[in-house]
């Protein structure tokens, strides 16, 4: 009898082992999962290094989307008139899936004054420029020179809409209207090659993404652009790039601030870039 009951509890023990491994095997499954998902290569030491990546997410941000909502003087309330709409956010290097940020590179990741000024016409924020290069722009591999020229370049290689360069009136379009709009204007461009990213209060168009290789050719994006992630809304709101509302003295409002303007929160930055 003795015997028997010794069987029953070195056979829970054993089913109790068992039990716990499974689970912890899960465990580490969705961890490890999670952890690609930001990091992409995991910790087999490839993880954040230098041009170790395989392609890169050219950033264009809908301007009236960030500024509906900022008190950037140099990008929202220029004294010269002029109103952006897509601004180059940046230029990431991706993973298939996850990607790398602030990679160690062999001197201090400092952007010159000169070079950030060079950059102002289509990234307006002194501030971006830096962020961007020392979170993503060192892990290009590139010098800051290089990784903004490259930016610089596919950035002007594409042709934006012609509906999107100086719209009046705020409109709500889909996004399938908007990719069939980009890819007219830029018959190379595929399905394949780019994302629409919309959110928040509004459904706002905030961003689009377009992939390319190193070497600066359109190719297929990784998970990351995921467009049902990126924007699964069936139409979305897009501010437009100058108000049609007047002051006081009958001019054109600098900033959206009538009531038929866009009132919609559009960070054009996560929380965490927000507070450099």
Not at 153 to 167: A, K, V
Not at 198 to 225: D, H
Request: positive net charge; proline residues 8%; contains cysteine.
């Amino acid at each position: 009898m003795l015997f028997m009951v010794l069987q029953r509890i070195l056979a829970a023990v054993l089913m109790f082992a068992a039990t716990a491994t499974i689970a912890n095997a899960q465990y580490q499954d969705r961890y490890g999962q999670q952890r690609e998902s930001r990091f992409g290569r995991g910790d087999d030491g490839q993880r954040n290094v230098a041009g170790q990546f395989d392609y890169y997410a050219l950033v264009l941000s809908w301007s009236p989307t960030y500024c509906a909502e900022s008190d950037d003087d140099l990008q929202c309330n220029r004294r010269d008139g002029r109103r952006f709409n897509f601004v180059l956010h940046g230029l990431w290097p991706q993973y298939d899936r996850g990607w790398p940020q602030d990679c160690r590179t062999p001197r201090r990741p400092f952007v010159p004054q000169p070079l950030i000024d060079s950059m102002l016409d289509i990234m307006p924020s002194p501030r971006l420029v830096i962020h961007e290069y020392r979170k993503h722009g060192t892990c290009s591999g590139l010098s800051p020179d290089a990784y903004f020229n490259l930016a610089r370049r596919l950035f002007r290689s594409i042709r934006i809409p012609q509906d999107y360069l100086n719209p009046f009136e705020q409109q709500t379009v889909s996004p399938r209207d908007l990719a069939s709009e980009l890819m007219r204007a830029n018959p190379s461009l595929k399905p394949e090659n780019f994302a629409i990213v919309c959110g928040g209060q509004g459904n706002r168009l905030k961003e689009v993404r377009i992939c390319f290789s190193k070497a600066g050719q359109l190719q297929a994006c990784g998970s990351n652009e995921d467009q049902r992630r990126m924007c699964s809304a069936a139409r979305m709101f897009v501010p437009p790039v100058r108000s049609t509302a007047r002051d006081d003295n009958g001019a054109p409002a600098s900033r959206f601030d009538s009531p038929r303007a866009n009132p919609l929160p559009a960070p054009r930055m996560d929380t965490y870039e927000r507070r450099l």
